[in-house]
């Protein structure tokens, strides 16, 4: 194996994907404390089609070009009603890293594709297949970026710009930028504000890929505080066809 056959192979396997189900075992630090989370999701693509449930009975859907981009949210507490909600918003952004619209490998691909807007690529060419592994009994390869560059630098907001606009710019995904300088992801800043911000995804960087599949099973991402977040992927069933009813509200096996 070499590291350009495995990122290639990475990235096909990600862009070929057509369904997806899988658990996801969460770890995110948010400010100085680090949240858990457990969550069984089922992806369809082109159109993009999700659904999840966490472990505490939280169902969401969001289906391309439906409920006028809203997901439907059933919180499983009071009133016990489903509820609309934009996946951006404040509301479903908070205690987590992603939007759903990331759920399943958006976060990696973008981060191995990398930004038009960026002309440095250098975390992008830190990748390095390291070896071997083993996830959930399932061989694995190890690609790992060392990124001793990493560091909050300054820049200046233009006209409009949102936080994901910024975060495409630097390919340092959202969370920090929202945390680092008290802003929200669906809200334009301020025209001139002058931001923090990371300069890649972080230090330490490791996607362990299915020998099989060629998809993670592990994704780990450290900064200059340590461990960001840890994602661990089991039960991973790629491209087996989803009957359409399991991407509607009406669904028997849902709340919502």
Known sequence: MTTERL???LRLAIDNLKTLRCTVHAQERLGDKYTQANSTMKLGYAPLRIFLRNKKGVEVLWVTGQNDGDAWVYPNSFPYVTLSLDPNGMLMRRGQHHSVLDAGYGMIADILRGS???PDKSYERSFRYTGDT???????YQLSSDFPKFRYVTYTAGKGETVTQVADKFGCGEYRIMEQNGLAADAPIPTGKVLQVPNSYGSRTLICVDK???LPLLIRAEDDKGLFEQFTFLDVVANQPIPAQEFTKEFKNYNL
């Not at 083993?134 to 061989?139: E, L, M, Y």
């Open 7 to 9: 990122v290639s192979q």
């Open 212 to 214: 099989k599949l060629y």
């Open 116 to 118: 038009a807007q960026r």
């Open 134 to 140: 083993t996830i959930a009994g399932r061989p694995c």
